[in-house]
């Protein structure tokens, strides 16, 4: 009798999956880059008040990260179509619902709402990522093409649909995307089979070892390190000495920097030493954010160079966090809870970062991103593991 083999990782089919996966992970955080855009609409239309602006963008980004555990951690990856198909659809839903609704409140919870959807669809993306031939490459490659399709998407918002449309425009287009991510879901997403667990785990289900845990730790402080400043660019960037115009182009212009620092990070993450290039990462965050903090009053060149760096390294390091997931765990258990280690960092950072800001006072922000990468420098450790008996010293470099 002949057995059909499933698709194998480099397979044509499979390379259709990878590319089904990285269009719908990209639809799914579409909204975490349009943040500023749309709720800084959504507040000059008074539909959300100041205050409510933070809860509105960090509950989205927590039920985000909760949305990705919430696959792993119960949904079968047989039933990946229907799971894709679904979230995108709801996710499309709810952001109609959103043009519909206004207050605090209710934006936040349609949001959150929405949130859990998007996760949902991340996590379908880490799926197929984490049985990929390469998967930190095929990471590298999700990251960059994020990226490109949110400042894709906020040039089109900007440009041609908040002019005319206003902020309900914004979201019923963020709604076609979703709608057309369900539809290729569902014709092209196939089920997907469970992880190959490694030696360890044989029989017993993954453990959590230390190595395992200060991955996900040291994933969570960089992704802080890198919210807690960057949510305050704006401010920080007037207090160098820039107009608010020239800040939105800075940042603007930021987004290329992480396009370039994910596609060097992509190329260099199979031929660089994974832990030496994260403690380097960590260094030049922190310098970068102290940098930022002795910018005040007339440093705008500088506050440019060093923000520039701060975003070449933030795409550059993420390629290298997938694969160091994978170093401590083979079976990619452990690289599929990055994504939530990811979004809680990049909610947490922020929430920490608004505890030292006194009305327009933002000048300890840059200390508090640096601490978090202290942090993060000090979880690095924990990360390796002593050989033990029966496993290569590779296996826990």
Request: charged fraction near 10%.
């Amino acid at each position: 009798m002949t057995h059909t083999l499933p698709p194998g990782p480099t397979s044509p089919s499979a390379r259709g999956a990878q590319v089904l996966a990285i269009l719908v992970g990209s639809v799914a955080l579409l909204m975490l880059g349009l943040q500023p855009l749309l709720l800084g609409a959504l507040l000059e239309a008074g539909q959300v008040t100041l205050e409510g602006v933070g809860l509105v963008a960090m509950g989205e980004i927590v039920a985000l990260g909760l949305g990705v555990l919430i696959g792993d951690l119960c949904l079968p990856v047989r039933s990946l179509r229907a799971i894709t198909t679904l979230a995108a659809l709801a996710a499309a839903a709810l952001d109609l619902v959103t043009t519909r609704v206004g207050g605090d409140l209710a934006l936040g919870l349609v949001r959150a709402a929405a949130g859990i959807a998007e996760g949902l669809m991340v996590w379908s993306t880490t799926a197929v990522i984490v049985r990929a031939a390469v998967p930190e490459r095929l990471a590298g490659l999700f990251f960059v093409v994020q990226t490109l399709a949110q400042a894709t998407t906020g040039l089109v918002l900007a440009h041609l649909v908040l002019p005319v449309a206003g902020w309900p425009g914004g979201f019923a287009l963020l709604a076609g995307l979703c709608a057309l991510a369900a539809l290729l879901a569902a014709r092209f997403a196939r089920p997907l089979g469970p992880l190959t667990p490694t030696v360890s785990q044989a029989g017993v289900g993954m453990r959590w070892t230390r190595p395992r845990i200060g991955t996900l730790l040291l994933v969570f402080l960089q992704l802080a390190t890198l919210g807690a400043l960057w949510a305050y660019a704006e401010p920080l960037g007037t207090r160098a000495g820039f107009s608010p115009t020239a800040v939105q182009t800075l940042i603007a212009a930021g987004l290329g920097m992480q396009v370039l620092g994910g596609s060097v990070g992509t190329w260099l993450v199979r031929r660089a030493p994974i832990r030496p290039v994260l403690l380097g990462c960590c260094l030049v965050l922190g310098l970068s954010a102290l940098g930022i903090a002795r910018t005040a009053q007339g440093g705008p060149l500088a506050f440019a160079a060093l923000c520039g760096l701060f975003t070449f390294t933030w795409l550059f390091m993420l390629p290298f966090q997938m694969a160091l997931a994978f170093r401590v765990d083979g079976s990619g258990q452990v690289a599929s809870l990055v994504p939530a280690a990811q979004l809680f960092g990049s909610a947490f950072g922020p929430l920490m970062a608004s505890l030292v800001v006194t009305g327009e006072a933002v000048a300890p922000v840059p200390f508090v991103a640096a601490g978090f990468a202290l942090l993060a420098m000090l979880a690095l450790p924990l990360t390796r593991s002593a050989p033990r008996q029966g496993f290569s010293e590779r296996q826990f470099r």
